[in-house]
C-alpha cells in the first residue's frame, strides 16, 4: 500500500467542526478519485480528477469540497458534516481515465465518525 | 447503465477446496469487468480485469475468473482456497461518466470465509 497513502486514518469530528482529508499517489498516474463506502451500499464515486481538473458529480452534497494542487495530492475538505456522512473515505489513482479499461489503485482509506 | 450483481453476500468453503465467486453484469456494448479484494482496515486491490480475448483470465494470488458472454457472467474461481483469501470481494464494471470520462461501477460485494 505504499502507492496510494491517506492520512489520517482515523477521524472523529463534531458537525461544526472543518477538517481535511489527504491522499498522495507515488505511482505517476494521471487520475484521482475520491469514494465513499458505507456499510451495506455500493462503492460511491464522488469525485475524478483527471490530469487535475475536475469532473462533476453533482449528487455530491457541497459540504464535501475537493482539491487536487497537482497530480499526485489529492484532498477532500469537510465542513458542516452530518452523522450520515460517517464512512469510509476512500483515494484510488490510475494512469488514465478514458479509452482504456484503466485499474485504480486504492489507499486504505479515512475512517470518519461525526458525532 | 451498466451494472452488476453479486447474488451471495458470503460464500463459505473449506481450505484446500475450490472456491467461487459469483458476478453477473448488464452492459451495452463489450463489456470491461474488474475484480478487488478488500481486507479488513485496507483499501481495495486489484485483482484482475477481462477487456477481450480469452475468456479466462488469471489474476493476483492465484485468481482467476471465467468471462460467459452468453450467461453475462465473470465469475471469480481458484483451484484451492487459503485462510489468507478471507475478505470481502468486488466486482466492477467500466461505465461512461462524461464523454472522456470513465468510472467503474461496483457490485454490492461478496464476502468470503475460508474455514480451516
Known amino acids: 500500500e505504499t502507492g496510494v497513502t491517506q492520512t489520517p486514518r482515523h477521524l472523529v469530528m463534531g458537525m461544526t467542526n472543518k477538517k481535511s482529508l489527504k491522499c498522495e499517489q507515488h505511482?505517476?498516474?494521471?487520475?484521482m478519485y475520491w469514494y465513499k463506502q458505507s456499510a451495506k451500499k455500493p462503492l460511491e464515486l464522488m469525485f475524478v480528477?483527471?490530469?487535475?481538473?475536475?469532473?462533476e458529480n453533482n449528487s455530491v452534497p457541497s459540504r464535501f469540497s475537493p482539491e487536487c494542487p497537482n497530480s499526485s495530492h489529492l484532498f477532500l475538505h469537510l465542513h458542516t458534516l452530518q452523522p450520515e456522512d460517517s464512512a469510509l473515505y476512500l483515494c484510488?489513482?490510475?494512469?488514465?481515465?478514458?479509452?482504456?479499461?484503466?485499474?485504480?489503485?486504492f489507499g486504505p482509506g479515512t475512517r470518519l465518525t461525526v458525532t | 447503465a451498466q451494472s452488476v450483481a453479486q447474488p451471495e453476500d458470503q460464500v463459505n468453503v473449506a481450505e484446500g477446496n475450490p472456491l467461487t465467486v459469483k458476478c453477473t453484469y448488464s452492459v451495452s456494448g463489450n463489456p470491461y469487468l474488474f475484480w478487488y479484494v478488500q481486507y479488513p482496515n485496507r483499501g481495495l486491490q486489484f485483482l484482475l480485469k477481462?477487456?477481450?480475448?480469452?475468456?479466462l483470465v488469471k489474476g493476483s494470488y492465484g485468481f482467476e475468473a471465467e468471462f460467459n458472454k452468453s450467461q453475462t457472467s465473470f465469475h471469480l474461481k481458484k483451484p484451492s482456497a487459503l485462510v489468507s483469501d478471507s475478505a470481502l470481494y468486488f466486482c466492477a464494471v467500466r461505465d461512461l461518466w462524461t464523454y472522456n470520462t470513465d468510472k467503474l461501477i461496483f457490485g454490492t460485494g461478496t464476502r468470503l470465509q475460508v474455514f480451516p
Open positions: 477481462y477487456i477481450t480475448g480469452d475468456n
Open positions: 484510488a489513482s490510475s494512469q488514465g481515465t478514458s479509452g482504456g479499461a484503466y485499474e485504480q489503485y
Open positions: 505511482l505517476g498516474h494521471n487520475a
Open positions: 480528477y483527471s490530469l487535475e481538473e475536475r469532473v
